[in-house]
């Protein structure tokens, strides 16, 4: 009887029919496509593999691209028993069992592999249950998941794991995939060349996507080669990868946002493009282009922030989709606007010295007098009134006495802050002249 749980082949007989996915899946390390930054000689598997050392281990990276077959490929290297579990699926009863399981096989001299399928979903509860069994060695834990390690899992998990990289499969190794589905079906795709760029495209990265589409062409009866028209008629292309939650969600707006600051308007608007074709909701959009305005074009250029808050409202009144044409034409006035974060590193550097000075007052020469008291206090005393000063400027000091005048502000030789650093330079210089 199969372990609770084992998920190795059992008694399924070899002529029911099995997905093309699962005939390609490798039977060795050196048969897997991609991921060479892992399991090349001198990537972090190879190293591990060739020392005999295997440490416990976290998988991160989208769907399709090999984290349980590497991980099942582990267990046949080094001799250890596999046995898979989804955290989708499993409880903490489920995991005492699994758990016991591998206790008992460790007393009769077998290591136990676990591969813990979409491990972010366990809670911190289930997620420190595996810790004494790391410890002790009754399993040696490789985890999957497509969400980012550092804010799914537990600290004291990933300090016990080393965490890996898998990366999308590119169009090439896309090819050599659908090369080796061919020889194993033993006929061509009836694709031509430009439809069988178009089938890898749609796979977007994901080697299993691609089998599974691969099976659906090869069972199409066709005369000749389909072109890339007739193939996207007969398959409905996949939905782009876009979790609004997740990990997808970040990197997108942070390749917009960085797109909009390195003044690149086509990779700016390919962003913008990617985000509402992943279904992200058009205000979050706009609230995250009026923070550009702020925070990376201030005063550089006055009208940024109006652009954007009018394009807002722009949206706001015509509704999708006729109104994400006005945040687009945001965000390229944003990516060729000039670019200053003066203004932003000025309004930290104040907080940072305001925390520091603490209570400090502001000097009495500023302040009113509204009573005879504080008059005698020398509240207003010696304040000089700056439309009577020459040049309307006075000069004085408007820092707590006890605080040396720092440099909180320094406009940028861009846009409109270059006129304003001019009157900077201008006001400072008269300060100096004015106290001597």
């Not at 199969?2 to 050196?30: E, I, M, Q, W, Y």
Request: overall charge negative.
């Amino acid at each position: 009887m199969a372990d609770l749980f084992d998920n190795s082949p059992t008694s399924v007989p070899d002529t029911a029919p099995r997905p093309l996915a699962d005939r390609l899946r490798p039977k060795s390390l050196g048969e897997v496509i991609g991921q060479e930054q892992v399991l090349g000689p001198e990537a972090p598997l190879g190293v591990m593999l060739a020392s005999g050392s295997l440490s416990s281990l976290i998988f991160w990276g989208p769907p399709g691209v090999g984290k349980t077959t590497i991980a099942r490929l582990l267990a046949d290297e080094t001799n250890l028993h596999f046995v898979q579990i989804s955290a989708i699926f499993t409880g903490v009863p489920e995991l005492r069992k699994v758990f016991e399981a591998a206790k008992m096989r460790r007393q009769n001299g077998q290591g136990t592999l676990l591969f813990v399928d979409e491990i972010h979903r366990f809670n911190k509860a289930q997620q420190d249950g595996f810790l004494p069994h790391m410890e002790d060695g009754t399993i040696l834990l490789v985890g999957a998941t497509t969400e980012n390690p550092s804010f799914e899992l537990n600290a004291a998990v990933l300090s016990r794991s080393q965490v890996l990289v898998l990366e999308r499969l590119s169009l090439s190794d896309l090819e050599r995939l659908a090369q080796r589905a061919e020889k194993e079906l033993d006929r061509s795709l009836p694709l031509d060349g430009h439809a069988r760029a178009a089938l890898l495209e749609m796979a977007d990265g994901d080697g299993r996507a691609l089998l599974n589409l691969i099976e659906q062409v090869s069972a199409w009866k066709v005369e000749g080669k389909l072109n890339s028209d007739a193939l996207s008629n007969r398959l409905m292309k996949r939905a782009a990868k876009y979790d609004k939650g997740g990990d997808e969600h970040y990197n997108l707006i942070s390749a917009l946002h960085k797109s909009v600051r390195g003044s690149d308007p086509d990779a700016a608007l390919y962003w913008f493009a990617r985000m509402l074709a992943g279904g992200e909701d058009p205000r979050f959009l706009a609230r995250r282009i009026t923070r550009m305005a702020v925070e990376d074009i201030g005063l550089a250029d006055p009208q940024a922030q109006a652009v954007c808050l009018q394009s807002w409202e722009t949206y706001e009144r015509l509704g999708s989709p006729e109104g994400e044409l006005a945040l687009a034409q945001a965000v390229l006035y944003l990516a060729l606007a000039p670019k200053s974060n003066a203004g932003y590193a000025a309004y930290k550097e104040a907080m940072r010295t305001a925390k520091k000075t603490g209570s400090e007052p502001p000097p009495k020469h500023i302040l009113n007098a509204p009573t005879r008291l504080m008059e005698e206090q020398g509240y207003g005393a010696g304040y000089q009134y700056d439309h009577d000063a020459e040049d309307g400027f006075s000069g004085q000091n408007y820092f707590p006495d006890g605080l040396k005048r720092p440099v909180i502000y320094t406009p940028v030789e861009r846009g409109f802050e270059r006129e304003l650093k001019r009157r900077l330079d201008y006001f400072s210089n008269l300060r100096s002249k004015r106290n001597g």
